[in-house]
């Protein structure tokens, strides 16, 4: 069973990370992967926060840099050059956090289950690697942690657009009843149904994959795969052969994604946070632990389960979800 180690004091972070092999990463540059928030966004990592993480590292003699890679949809995380500018507006800076702030955008192929994922260079180039993933909800995986961190936040542009479209759905009008399931869960209004009618909007689907994982009597299939099936393959792609250390934060856990401007309301109270060296252990846990407070809250709110992602990645390898929290 994987250790995952709980505190709710912060100042314990010390004491989690010696459960680990943080000694390794003594001597080594270390990205530190993060998401630094989209534009209006209110609940992403705080940069004070960020800030003791990185002094509590470099007093294990560690040389890190906090690091994210640019997103496939317009807005200013589109390009390094804005999404820097959007960092330092968040508060992202060198004076700030005490290192350097970087941003990737090119990739190296990494073939994970017969699929390539473009693992941008910085993660790909590096041997140890420091996760800070800020749990909450999200529209295409019910939830968002370490897996997705990496499963998205770690591969270039290009394949996180092959991801999403590969989820699209492929229509299979003889088995449709048109009781409109996949309609009333679409999170992106792409989908109608008139009369006897099915209707796709290909410009608003997001490819979350959520409207087949509705459908009951299989008229839905995604055009290449689950989107949480890939997710967790791209996530093996950045972290498999690497020594990396996990860091979950349960607090301003909210309905949807750093990436959404309008992510709110907050829909579990502040738990704490979780260490570990095992991506699917730690999202495991991290569920569990608000699923104890919130029963089933990222089902009820995004219609999604986020136990296919842990599920997913323990199939491939990725991780364990057998588990064995200790409490600090």
């Not at 509590?56 to 890679?69: C, R, V």
């Not at 420091?130 to 942690?145: E, Q, Y």
């Not at 570990?276 to 569990?288: G, Y």
Request: hydrophobic share 35%; net charge neutral; glycine share 8%.
């Amino acid at each position: 069973m994987k250790k995952v180690i709980f505190f709710t004091d912060f100042k314990k972070l010390h004491e989690a990370l010696e459960h680990f092999d943080i000694q390794d990463f003594a001597g080594k540059k270390v990205p530190v992967k993060l998401h630094m928030g989209e534009l209006k966004n209110k609940y992403f990592p705080r940069p004070d926060f960020v800030r003791q993480i990185i002094d509590i590292l470099k007093g294990f003699k560690i040389d890190p840099y906090l690091f994210d890679s640019t997103v496939a949809y317009s807005g200013l995380r589109h390009s390094k050059t804005e999404y820097q500018k959007l960092a330092e507006l968040h508060g992202f800076t060198q004076k700030n956090v005490g290192c350097d702030v970087v941003i990737g955008d090119s990739g190296v192929t990494i073939t994970v289950e017969d699929r390539g994922y473009e693992v941008v260079k910085h993660l790909n180039g590096s041997t140890h690697i420091f996760a800070l993933s800020h749990v909450k909800g999200h529209v295409a995986t019910g939830m968002g942690g370490a897996i997705k961190n990496f499963g998205m936040g770690g591969v270039t542009k290009k394949t996180k657009l092959q991801m999403h479209h590969g989820s699209r759905p492929a229509y299979r009008k003889d088995a449709c009843t048109y009781c409109g399931a996949c309609a009333e869960v679409c999170p992106f209004n792409a989908i109608k149904i008139e009369e006897l009618t099915w209707k796709q909007n290909m410009e608003s689907c997001f490819g979350c994959g959520v409207c087949v994982d509705a459908c009951k009597h299989n008229a839905l299939e995604y055009q290449d795969a689950d989107f949480q099936y890939v997710l967790a393959c791209a996530a093996k792609a950045c972290v498999q052969d690497k020594n990396v250390i996990y860091l979950n934060e349960l607090k301003r856990i909210a309905r949807s994604c750093d990436c959404d401007p309008f992510a709110g309301p907050i829909i579990c109270p502040d738990i704490g946070y979780l260490i570990s060296d095992d991506p699917v252990a730690i999202d495991k846990a991290s569920l569990d632990l608000i699923y104890d407070v919130r029963p089933d809250v990222f089902e009820k709110e995004n219609h999604i389960s986020p136990f296919k992602q842990i599920k997913y990645g323990e199939e491939i390898g990725l991780g364990s979800s057998s588990y064995q929290l200790i409490k600090l």
